[in-house]
């Protein structure tokens, strides 16, 4: 729907100033969230999941798109999108169980 070049600034522009808005706050929140001795843990973690979904997303995905076609690609992430918000609950539930670690208290 978008018909011109230029016209890629505008969702450019928006998704730009979210992130830039979205990492800080995220970065804040982590870091007020975990306990000082395992601050520097929880933000290491943090950004090798980043790097890691950036690096092996872009790969796999291209492996995907010959055989399911771009829409494909995109009901493919949303379904691995999906599945990692179900698995938080799970992996906190079993943290706890274990007697390892509470999520809530990182």
Request: aromatic residues 14%; proline residues 5%; glycine residues 12%.
């Amino acid at each position: 729907f978008i018909t011109q070049r230029w016209l890629f600034l505008i969702p450019i522009s928006i998704f730009g100033i979210a992130q830039g808005i979205f990492i800080p706050n995220l970065q804040y929140f982590l870091g007020k969230l975990s306990s000082m001795e395992n601050r520097g843990i929880v933000m290491a973690f943090y950004g090798s999941c980043i790097r890691i979904g950036q690096a092996i997303g872009p790969f796999a995905m291209g492996l995907i798109f010959p055989i399911v076609g771009i829409n494909g690609v995109f009901f493919v992430c949303a379904g691995i999108a999906f599945a990692m918000i179900a698995f938080v609950p799970v992996l906190g539930h079993i943290e706890s169980r274990a007697g390892t670690a509470n999520i809530n208290r990182i």
